[in-house]
């Protein structure tokens, strides 16, 4: 082997050791970033953030601390001496005078002064006798005997008030059936069997079919809807809880797909519906065709700055301040931006892609398959050909800068999961969706969850006025 030969195989290990360090130092890169990422600059959930938790938004410098104006406090106040349930009277201890007359006969006065206590009564489980009346006839003797009431079929059954409870504790509160056994039994003495309470929830979801039309109807009405979908495990398999909300109405339905197949099922309400619908720029809801769409501005933040922090990017750093400027001069995105600024936001707006375009690496073509791409070249792609849906928010007051109505209806499903693992069976995840989906209703129409189930239960739900007058959000 001569001279020439050797440095050209020198020159040639060389490139091979470059081209294997820039590898590495890209991976390094690479973990580095998934390293620093916390919720602030990624989608991960705020709970993984341990206790380094931190605001979406950064708040305001020498606000008020505590309750803010406007804020509806909860604090326990007095109720009038009527509505108390049991007046307790103590009387005076000493029976003599000072002056050492005798106060035995002398008659009592009540203070004005008042103290109350909130309180359980002793006994939480009443036990109602039905028994019927018989009459027999004077002339011919014919016995005539009365009828028990349609809710008392049985010798022995648990009341209205025990079937709506058991479904708030085992949908709204997330506890398990065996929790909600053992809570039964410590307050009441009478234990719940699984079964009792499984058949509870599943009477309570035939109970609420129709109140899911209600909402269904009422949401699809809606100028502005909310939709996000979560995993969920179902039966032993990844399932999807997708739903559809809007300010007073709650959807959710569980379905095994995530994509397009899910939301034009039969399950799904979002293929029907023509307003303008909020998401996260999941692509399957771009083929939601009768909607127009607004993205969801938390999101893209949480984009741009883990750009801006964990890859130095300057261009993600300008975006994220022009949102956030925009965001902040349409008050939090409840008013649209006047047309002279909208113009100068536009126009920055498509300035600082150019930048993005200039920073960002080119796409690294492949023998086979698409170009590999950055995460920043993907997201100022997407800021590029979805322009209009980012910036919806800044011309159309009712559409709101973020999607979080969607991530708060959604958010209670995996309380549900950390506490009890997964749903056993497909039909007892429909359940839960179903009446979770109710009470989240009532709940955004300012109305007790509780009391609404024991009205649906007995047939008296409030969604039903909506039904008998046609009304519409």
Known sequence: MNKDEIIAQQAEQIAKLESLLEAALARIAELEAQLKANSRTSSRPPSSDGLKKAPAFPRKKGGKKGGQSGHKGKTLEMVAPSAADRLVVHPVAEQKCSCGQNLESTVPSISLERRQVFDLPPKLLQIEEH?????HCPCCGEQHTGSFPSGVPAPVQYGDRVHALVSLLNVEQSMPVGRIGELFASLTGYELNENTVSTSVQRMYGKLA???AVIKEQALSSPVAHA???GARVAGKLHWAHNFVCGLFTYLFVHEKRGAQALHSDESIAQNYTGTLVHDCWASYFGLENARHALCGAHLLRELRGLAENHERQWADKMHSLLMYAYEFSSGGSSVLPAKKYKTVLS???????????EEPPPELRPKGRAKKTKGRNLLERLERYEEEVLRFTREHEVPFTNNLAERDIRPLKTKLKVS????????ARHYARIKSFCSTAKKHGLSAYEELLNAWRGESFLRSYAAAGTHT
């Open 131 to 135: 028994r019927l009346e018989v009459k």
């Open 421 to 428: 693992g997964c749903f056993r069976t497909l039909q007892g």
């Open 228 to 230: 996000d979908e979560s």
């Open 348 to 358: 920055r707006y498509r300035q600082i892609l150019k930048e993005a375009s200039r």
């Open 210 to 212: 129709d109140d899911e």
